[in-house]
Each structure stands twice: as C-alpha cells, then as structure tokens.
C-alpha cells in the first residue's frame, strides 16, 4: 500500500514520470514560437501599408531634408563613443540619386509635420516626397484654390482614364492581336483592332494634359505629369479614419495588382494566383496515384520481401532533397516529354518552344513526384488502422473484392487520404528549389487562365509566393524598400498554406463525421 501511494503522489500513472509534462512544455513552445512568427510576419508587413508621417527635418547646419522615419539603431564610431542614426525614407531617387537617408539624431536641430507636405507614388523613379505649389493644363500654369481639391480631382481624372485604356488592351487588343497573329485574317477583327488602338491614343492624349508643380525640401522645382502618378496623399493631414481606409486600400492594391519596379512595389496577385492554381493542380495529379499506389501495396500486392523493399523505398524517397526532383522534372518532364511534344505538335514553332521549356504542367508533376511519398505513407498507415473484421464482413455478406474496396475500405481510408493532401499541399505550396528549374518566372503580369481556348494554358510560367519572397529578398536593389514586402508576402503565403489546410481538414472532419454516423446505424 505504501508502495502505491508513493507512485501516484505525483498524480501521474506510474512509469510516466516527468514525460508528460515535457511533452506539453515542448507544444507550448512550439505553439509560442509559431505565434512569435506571425506577429513579426503581421507587425512588419501590415504595417508597411499604413500612411506613414512625414517629417521636415532641419539639421544643424541649416540644411532640410523632408521624408519618413523608419527606425533608430545605435552605433559606434572608430573612437568607441556611442551614436545614435535614425533613417528617413526621403524617396526623390530622380533628384537626389537616392531614396534612403541616414541622419545622426544629435544633429537634428529641429523636426516639425507640416500639413501641405505630400508623398506621390509614381510609375518610375518611386516615390516623390514634395510639396505641391501649382497645377499646370496644356503647359498653363493655372490658380485653382483650394490646390489639393484640385489636383485630386484631376488626378482622379487621369486614374479613369487609364484604367478605361488597360482594360482597353488587355480586354479587346490582345485577344484580337493573338487571333490576327494565329491566321484568322478576318476583316471585321481588323476594323475593331484599329478602332481600338485609336481610342487608346485619344486616351493616352488625354491623359498627359495636367502636370504638378512641387518643390522638393532643398529647394528645387519639379513639374510632374499627372500621367505618371498612381496615387498621391498628405499623411500629416489625414485623421485616424481616413488613415485605417489609406491601409485598407493598400493592401487592397497589394492583393489584387501585379508587381513593377524590378518586384519593389506594387501587387502580388498573380504570384497568388499561380500559388493556389499549382497547388490544386498538384493536389489533383498526386491524390488518385497515391491512393491506388497505397491501396496496391496494403490491399492487392503479396506481403513479402519485396513488397517490404518498396515501401522502404517509398519512405526514402521522402527524404530525397527537392532540388533532385527538380533536376529530375527539367530532364524528364521539360526536356524529355516536352521536347517531343513540340516535335509531334508544334513544329511550326520550333525552334521557340511551347512545352519544352518550364512552365505551369511540369511544375505542378515534379511536386506532385515530390510529395507523392508522403500521400502513399500517409493513406498506408489509414489503411492499417481499418479493422480486419471490416474486410471479412464485407465479404462474408457477399460482396466481392472490388466492392469491398470501393464501398468500404476506401470511404473508411478518407480521413487519412486527406491527411497526406494536407501534408503534401503544406510542403509543396512552400516549396522554391524544384521550381526555379521547371517553370516559376520572376515576372509573369498575365496568369494562365484567360478567356481564349484552352482558357488553361498549362504551358506558361507562372509566379510563386514562395520564390516571390527569395526573388524580392536577395535580388533587389532597395533592400529597404524589398524588406516590408517580403514580410507581407511570406505571411501572405503562411496565409494561403493555411487556407488550403483549412478547407482539407473541415471536409476530412465532414467525412469523419460521416462515417461515424453511418457506423453507429
């Protein structure tokens, strides 16, 4: 008795131990780090899209510089003295040749947020940090007052007319471009290629009739063409509510535009697009070579040595690096298959290929190759925790084998089928090495679907959130300015990881649920 008292005093079985406490420290660890992870993900990147203030900054010596504060770091010279810089963003590339600047906080003599101060996003050269002065039609200086009023109100102008002429090109001259070019020479295509291409040039006329007068903090004088601006704001004017709608709207514009100034600035939404689109075409060529792979060897195949030797096999395979499997899909899938499908079906083309160089299919069959392993395990090991008495009832009640497999096994297998997808969608979905070699673009402005036969071009490049993030990271030439978008993008990317997951693990809840209904009748 004194024996047993001794054991459970702890409240633990006997022969646990300390383990049980160990397990749950290391998941609450574990959970921690995670949301560590995302807070720095969330708080660098969100924040990248908030009006930032700026600020008018004058030195000791009389000199001014305008832009917005970044962060402080402290330093120390050559003497071991310590020092504090703060860096401004100060943009103006085009005037004064660069847009970072870093100030000693012990020479500011003044700092003040002056109202009239604007920031200008632009097409070319980023962001222009001035202050306005004028407004300027047709090269006539004009005195429209209030300035701001004005200039937004043309401005706006200038942004419809733009939009009406991309949705110009991309809706009605492309596709009627692409049908001249294949040989379709039809006359009425012609007269509406021509109309349209007139009406782009009436707009583009139209557009580069109002300019802006802004003078900058050393005092130089610049007239800006409204044509070139994106979108323009003073920050230091703006209250808490029109500052939160400025951040809704910037990361709208991040979500749903394409990427310019060498991947810098603007969108990420064909990088989604081509994310979740591999992805779903990965899951749908891995799931049904899986599960028959894994229903051969746990269901049909004899169980001997060599079957034993196989799923050895398959386990290694899992470990192999996924450069290999990119190796392999550039000789096999582009070069190999897609080389002989331009010489049987494009050899008209040649020699600019159409499927043999990388692209969307051969991306999407090297990580379906890649995580086919982990569907095989995953769907084996469901398949081993199905009772034998579920097999023989099957059959004892007349049911042949195929039948047993389709009716039984196989609805009872679903939630660890599911399983591996997830695990194979959360590897493959992050995943950059492979597809560097078999399709991934650092640029691709048109996604894969469009509205012309085959509407699925499996044979384009595409964009990569993953290879977005190394791309914009270690190829840019503004780290500063590369930094907070690869913060967004890669918890952008944790995003869509989730997504995906999400939406596998509640239909393998529904199909649990199911089955356990169905059971219990």
């Known amino acids: 008795m004194r024996r047993l008292r001794l054991s459970g005093r702890a409240g633990l079985p006997r022969g646990e131990g300390p383990w049980p406490w160990l397990a749950a420290g290391s998941l609450a660890l574990s959970l921690l780090m995670l949301a560590a992870l995302l807070l720095l993900l969330a708080g660098r990147g969100l924040g990248h899209f908030w009006p930032a203030p700026v600020e008018l900054v004058t030195l000791d010596d009389g000199r001014q510089l305008a832009g917005q504060p970044v962060r402080e770091e402290r330093r120390q010279t050559l003497q071991g003295s310590p ?4 860096l401004y963003r100060t943009g103006n590339r085009d005037l004064d040749g660069e847009a970072w600047r870093w100030v000693e906080v012990t020479s500011i003599a003044r700092r003040e947020r002056p109202d009239d101060w604007a920031v200008i996003e632009r097409q070319r ?11 300027e039609e047709a ?20 942004l419809s007319l733009r939009a009406e002429r991309d949705a110009l090109r991309r809706e009605v001259i492309a596709p009627l471009a692409r049908r001249l070019a294949a040989g379709h020479d039809d006359a009425e ?19 580069t009739r109002d300019a802006l007068v802004v003078e900058s903090a050393a005092g130089e004088h610049l007239i800006v063409p409204l044509e070139s601006m994106l979108a323009a704001w003073r920050p230091n004017a703006m209250s808490p509510p029109e500052k939160l709608a400025a951040w809704g709207a910037n990361l ?35 799931t049904p070579f899986g599960v028959l792979a894994a229903v051969y060897l746990h269901e049909v195949a004899p169980q001997g040595r060599l079957t034993g030797w196989v799923r050895i096999a398959v386990r290694n395979l899992a470990g192999v690096p996924s450069i290999v499997y990119g190796v392999f899909g550039l000789g096999v899938f582009v070069y190999g298959i897609g080389g002989r499908l331009d010489d049987w079906l494009f050899a008209d083309s040649l020699p600019s290929p159409t499927f043999g160089t990388g692209g969307l299919l051969w991306a999407s069959l090297t990580l379906a190759l890649l995580t086919l392993p982990v569907v095989i395990v995953a769907t084996e090991e469901g398949l081993a925790r199905i009772p034998a008495q579920q097999r023989e009832a099957a059959l004892a009640l007349g049911a042949t084998r195929a039948e047993m497999l389709r009716r039984v096994i196989l609805p009872m297998a679903m939630p660890a089928m599911l399983t ?19 399709g991934v673009a650092k640029l691709a402005p048109q996604v894969p679907v469009d509205g012309d036969f085959p509407y699925l071009h499996l044979e384009r ?19 500063e300015a590369a930094l907070p978008l690869v913060y967004a993008t890669a918890l952008l990317l944790v995003g ?20 356990a209904a169905l059971r219990s009748r």
């Open 83 to 86: 020092l504090r810089e703060r």
């Open 125 to 135: 050269w980023g962001e222009l940090i001035v202050r306005p002065q004028a407004l």
């Open 139 to 158: 090269g006539r200086r004009l005195t429209e007052a209030p300035l701001w009023a004005a200039f937004a109100a043309r401005l706006e102008r200038v």
């Open 189 to 207: 295509a012609r007269a509406r290629l021509t109309e349209a291409q007139a009406r782009v040039g009436e707009l583009q006329a139209a557009m």
């Open 252 to 286: 709208w514009h991040f979500l749903s535009e394409g990427p310019r100034a060498a991947n810098t600035a603007g969108g990420v939404w064909p990088a989604i697009f081509g994310t979740v689109l591999m992805v779903l075409l990965m899951s749908a060529l891995v």
């Open 420 to 438: 591996g997808v997830i695990l194979a969608i959360a590897r493959a979905a992050g995943e950059v090495a492979p597809l560097m070699l078999v």
């Open 461 to 479: 490049k595409f964009m990569h959130l993953g290879y977005h993030v190394f791309d914009v990271g270690f190829h840019s030439g503004d780290v």
């Open 496 to 515: 869509v990881i989730l997504v995906l997951n999400l939406t596998a693990i509640l239909l393998r809840h529904h199909l649990r649920a199911r089955h």
